[in-house]
């Protein structure tokens, strides 16, 4: 703790201290002794208060900071997906099929940047993630057009695999929802063909906005 002997102080240093300190009772009949003495007690009480005010700074520090970061998430991306949304999100570092998979969004921290999320598949796996392995889910499919390199939810599974844009996507009739005709790579049939499958357009992703533009083979360099 801080200790000053404020007995070494003149007394015309000691009055103008305690008039900072708001003392407004009589000092000029008060001797050096006692002045000192009341100045070390407002002293001590100052550091107190101005712990605490130096406490709330840090407090409105802090709460402004997250402000800011919340601020600057909403700017940078405007497509921050909230608690109970379902979204892609990578859960393997590597580029690959099944890399991204459907989570469900628990919890958004605007400080750090980052989701928890619940895979869909295995309610028990839960994961922390940066903002930038997380996708919202689109059900629009006019962003397509035949021959876009994609990510998507194979049949009867919830993850994502490489795959191309067939056809261009068609407005849907009525009620019902985008789909998206997609050939998955290395999914050819008994006759050596990839069939065309039809898949909601939510659970389609361009590679590109995933940062998924790499080759997962060599195919190049085979003979």
């Known amino acids: 703790p801080m200790s000053i002997d404020f007995r070494k102080l003149n007394g015309n240093c000691l009055q103008r201290i305690l008039k900072y300190y708001g003392y407004d009772n009589s000092i000029h009949n008060i001797n050096h002794e006692e002045l000192a003495n009341l100045v070390t007690i407002y002293f001590k009480k100052s550091l107190v208060s101005d712990s605490d005010v130096l406490n709330n700074v840090i407090k409105k520090i802090a709460n402004k900071d997250i402000g800011t970061k919340q601020s600057q998430a909403r700017r940078n991306n405007g497509n921050i997906a909230r608690p109970g949304e379902q979204v892609a999100a990578k859960v393997l570092r590597a580029n690959e099929d099944g890399s991204w998979i459907l989570a469900n969004v628990l919890d958004v921290d605007y400080q750090t940047q980052t989701y928890e999320v619940q895979d869909e598949d295995d309610m028990n796996r839960i994961v922390t993630l940066p903002f930038s392995e997380v996708r919202r889910l689109d059900d629009n499919a006019s962003r397509f057009k035949r021959g876009d390199k994609v990510l998507a939810v194979f049949p009867d599974t919830t993850s994502f695999y490489r795959a191309s844009i067939a056809k261009n996507p068609r407005p849907p009739q009525g009620n019902s929802n985008w789909e998206v005709i997609v050939r998955f790579d290395d999914d050819e049939d008994?006759?050596?063909?990839?069939?065309?499958?039809?898949?909601?357009?939510?659970?389609v992703v361009r590679r590109q906005d995933l940062g998924d533009d790499d080759d997962y083979g060599c195919d190049d360099n085979d003979n």
């Open 190 to 203: 008994a006759t050596g063909k990839s069939p065309a499958r039809k898949i909601p357009a939510r659970f």
